[in-house]
T-cell receptor
């Protein structure tokens, strides 16, 4: 079966740091994505992890532990425009390129 | 690069009619295209995967006779919602993969409202 869990909602303050966790149990694993989605818009790519460890890209960092089935997205120096949903998604790989999405975490940024 | 477009961006139709949504890769050849549906405040649910020139593979619970998918060329896939009902009202998003990269490129989505 496929199971991707992440918190439904989180709230943080402008300028602060927030960590969004994701755990997964999937039949097959060939990488984990994080996407940002503003209401009414398509998702935009943030990061991709296939090996264990931390990937840093500007204010955003993503971490993966394959043995634990765990990832997190770290957002630093939060800005109001970071208010959005953040989707954790797993590519099962091998025979196909399907990406299975978690339900998303709605992040609210307070001034 | 790697731009995917969808047309129309929004559509309103009457119950019982059919609606076609186009997904185009503008600057690359998409060997595989994916169709997702997203209800308000829900995540993306994969409906089907289509490869150019072959029949689409539908996810469990998705009616293939209701959601017709045609991947006629390496740059175009279409989703036709047949005999639409109000419960089909949703945000439909396509994505495309060239097979050369791990990334899928998403279109801007189509908002379908069935009255």
């Amino acid at each position: 079966g496929q199971n991707i869990d992440q918190p439904t909602e989180m709230t943080a303050t402008e300028g602060a740091i927030v960590q969004i966790n994701c755990t997964y149990q999937t039949s097959g694993f060939n990488g984990l994505f994080w996407y940002q989605q503003h209401a009414g818009e398509a998702p935009t790519f943030l990061s991709y992890n296939v090996l264990d460890g931390l990937e840093e890209k500007g204010r955003f960092s993503s971490f993966l532990s394959r043995s634990k089935g765990y990832s997190y997205l770290l957002l630093k120096e939060l800005q109001m425009k970071d208010s959005a949903s953040y989707l954790c998604a797993v590519r099962r790989g091998n025979r196909d390129d399907k990406i299975i999405f978690g339900k998303g975490t709605r992040l609210h940024i307070l001034p | 690069g790697a731009v995917v477009s969808q047309h129309p961006s929004w559509v309103i139709c009457k119950s019982g009619t059919s609606v076609k949504i186009e997904c185009r890769s503008l600057d690359f050849q998409a060997t595989t295209m994916f169709w997702y549906r997203q209800f308000p405040k829900q995540s993306l649910m994969l409906m089907a995967t289509s490869n150019e020139g072959s029949k689409a593979t539908y996810e469990q619970g998705v009616e293939k006779d209701k959601f017709l998918i045609n991947h006629a060329s390496l740059t175009l896939s279409t989703l036709t919602v047949t005999s639409a009902h109000p419960e089909d009202s949703s945000f439909y998003i396509c994505s495309a993969s060239s097979g050369n990269s791990y990334e899928q490129y998403f279109g801007p989505g189509t908002r379908l409202t069935v009255t």
